[in-house]
């Protein structure tokens, strides 16, 4: 079974600008899920999608946005992008809502945003 | 507030020998908890999970202890081999959540 896959891998822009990342979860899974990477705060929860539906948010300014659709592919936009939020940024899927107990969540390789 | 703490950001150990990992919680309605590995420009792979009901988990090479009165989790890894060279993360959920609090990661070196 293939991967989570995310696109693109690198990306840089500039202030002020916004960025669009794009996540393809494992075959079958239905959750997504959105992690920020940085030296300073580590491994951040940003928001979680469930069959289109935003279930759970982190902590985060408003300028992080993301939706899923109905092929569970999932994007994530960050607008008026600031130097801060160069980051890796990691998607997970998991198989909720289709199997019992606990799911793991599987991570894909992440995409690299550098802010200028 | 830091829910989850890997106190120590790093480990040597040498091939051959048991590399234990770490990890404290305090947020006490946790009830699953996970390891994963990564690797330098790669995403965190999946390594082994424990269920609050259980105190054991073991996979291969590696274990997983629980203690739940202590708040306190760690990885135990025998034999160590150098391909287990990365950097470690714990992480922590409650009720069924997909949302995962991660500790900071703790950077294991395996010497051959």
């Known amino acids: 079974k293939a991967g989570v896959t995310q696109t693109p891998r690198y990306l840089i822009k500039t202030r002020g600008q916004q960025v669009t990342l794009s996540c393809s979860p494992i075959?079958?899974?239905?959750?997504v899920s959105w992690y920020q990477q940085t030296p300073g705060q580590g491994l951040q929860f940003l928001f979680e999608?469930?069959?289109?539906?935003?279930?759970n948010k982190g902590n985060f300014p408003g300028r992080f946005s993301g939706r899923q659709f109905s092929n569970s592919r999932s994007e994530m936009n960050v607008s008026t992008l600031e130097l801060g939020d160069s980051a890796l940024y990691l998607c997970?899927?998991?198989?909720?809502?289709?199997?019992?107990?606990?799911?793991?969540?599987?991570f894909g390789p992440g995409t690299r945003l550098t802010v200028l | 507030d830091q829910q989850v703490k890997q106190n120590s950001p790093s480990l040597s150990v040498q091939e051959g020998r048991i590399s234990i990992l770490n990890c404290d919680y305090t947020?006490?309605?946790?009830?699953?908890f996970l390891w994963y590995k990564k690797y330098p420009a790669e995403g965190p792979t999946f390594l082994i999970s424990?269920?609050?009901?259980?105190d054991k988990n073991e996979d291969g090479r590696f274990t997983v202890f629980l203690n739940k009165s202590a708040k306190h989790l760690s990885l135990h890894i025998v034999p160590s081999q150098p391909g287990d060279s990365a950097v470690y993360f714990c992480?922590?959920?409650?009720?069924?959540?997909?949302?995962?609090?991660f500790g900071k990661g703790m950077k294991l070196t395996v010497n051959p």
């Open positions: 424990i269920s609050s009901i259980k």
């Open positions: 999608y469930f069959s289109e539906t935003q279930r």
């Open positions: 997970a899927s998991s198989s909720f809502g289709t199997s019992g107990g606990q799911d793991t969540q599987y």
């Open positions: 075959s079958g899974h239905r959750s």
């Open positions: 992480a922590a959920t409650q009720g069924g959540s997909e949302k995962l609090v």
């Open positions: 947020n006490s309605m946790f009830d699953y």
